[in-house]
């Protein structure tokens, strides 16, 4: 696979590019540091809300010809308001590389932002808040992560029901202007490219782009608790936060294979002890996950309110257990499933440009597919068995939801 180039605009944008010769597709993800945790304190859900209000036009397009002039590329397209960026994706056939961005280029420099469209924004927003209420896992660990951050890592993406009915069109027109900048974005493309040729574009569409946008904040935690989180449901949300080691660590590599055996799938620790073993949950998981600066484990099980208490034990119990070591085929079995995931998401170039960009985000530089599967193969049963017994996963933040007192 051909090495990935990197290039900074001198405006800030940085562009990684991971061309695929004699591929007809290929892919881009622009990110925009620009997400809830920067939203004001008196407009949170704002930048939810102008991701909606973006495809509402731009350019010299309406909503409508924006919306066909992209159709009749062939172009597949998304866009995600998160905690710290926002993101917007683009998979397409190789040949309509230039007048794709082109669009989205339009689309966040010079979005229109009709009076007309924004309702309809602010309502899409205001049904994903409401939807928390139909997905408890989800509703859970949104609340607890209110607890466990005392920076604006803690708020949820979509704002408040009271913070969205008070957001106006001037004011989310006024932190278009002040959060869309170059200075922090980043373009990464992936696919049948020339690298030149991306290069050029990119200077073309986006090189004149100005502004430093609005710093992101550093993650600062809260003390360790455990919450209690009252709800009218059928079954109880059990939710675990782990301080973990953040990307950029040595032992980033030694943890992602911890989590695999832990929760790689049906012959992982917590499937077997927790569900098969024991019958306590309907479901339960951890996964890794990351803001910038900071690493984190969650845990989750979702079980009766009659077998909340022990299924919180057991599942921390069995986490804890981690610290004395794994073994041999539990690490071998964990390689099997990171490098497998790794290879199936390798074979899409839209995987791979989104890839790219959360790297350069969270890194600072984009890996290479490559690098990847050999630092994880790298990985030793001593190394990773020394690092769990210095690294113990205990002590987390806590958080039941559902309808069980004292669980």
Do not use: C
């Amino acid at each position: 696979m051909a090495e990935i180039i990197e290039h900074r605009l001198e405006n800030g944008l940085t562009l990684a590019i991971e061309p695929r010769p004699g591929h007809p597709g290929a892919a881009f993800h622009l990110l925009v540091p620009a997400g809830a945790t920067t939203d004001p304190e008196d407009a949170l859900g704002a930048n939810a809300v102008l991701e909606h209000w973006l495809w509402k036009g731009a350019g010299s397009r309406d909503a409508r010809a924006f919306a066909e002039a992209l159709d009749a590329l062939g172009v597949r397209r998304s866009s995600s308001a998160g905690l710290e960026y926002t993101t917007f994706s683009a998979a397409f056939l190789a040949e309509v590389f230039e007048p794709a961005l082109g669009l989205f280029a339009d689309l966040v420099r010079r979005p229109r932002l009709p009076e007309e469209g924004f309702l309809p924004a602010r309502r899409a927003v205001e049904e994903e808040l409401a939807g928390l209420e139909d997905n408890p896992p989800k509703k859970l660990f949104v609340r607890l992560r209110e607890e466990v951050f005392k920076s604006p890592h803690g708020r949820n993406v979509e704002g408040t029901k009271e913070s969205l009915m008070r957001l106006m069109p001037e004011r989310v027109r006024a932190e278009h202007a002040r959060r869309y900048a170059p200075k922090g974005a980043i373009l990464a493309v992936a696919g049948g490219l020339d690298p030149e040729r991306v290069v050029a574009l990119a200077e073309r569409y986006f090189g004149d782009w100005a502004g430093a946008g609005v710093p992101l904040p550093e993650p600062a935690l809260a003390p360790k608790g455990s919450y209690r989180f009252p709800d009218d449901t059928a079954q109880v949300q059990i939710g675990l936060y782990y301080e973990d080691v953040p990307p950029d660590s040595p032992d980033f590599y030694p943890a992602r294979l911890a989590s695999e055996v832990l929760s790689g799938g049906m012959a992982s620790r917590l499937f077997t002890e927790v569900r098969e073993k024991r019958g306590l949950v309907y479901s339960v998981y951890a996964s890794p996950g990351a803001v910038k600066g900071f690493g984190y484990l969650a845990a989750y099980a979702g079980t009766t309110p009659e077998r909340a208490e022990e299924t919180r034990r057991v599942l921390k119990a069995e986490i804890e257990k981690l610290k004395a070591g794994v073994s041999a085929d539990e690490l071998a079995r964990a390689k099997v499933g990171v490098k497998s995931a790794l290879v199936m998401q390798g074979e899409s170039v839209q995987a791979r440009s989104a890839s790219l960009a959360r790297d350069l985000f969270l890194l600072g530089r984009a890996r290479s597919l490559d690098e990847i599967l050999k630092r994880v193969e790298a990985v030793g049963l001593e190394e990773l068995n020394a690092f769990l017994a210095r690294h113990p996963y205990t002590l987390p933040w806590e958080g039941v939801l559902g309808p069980v007192e004292g669980a």
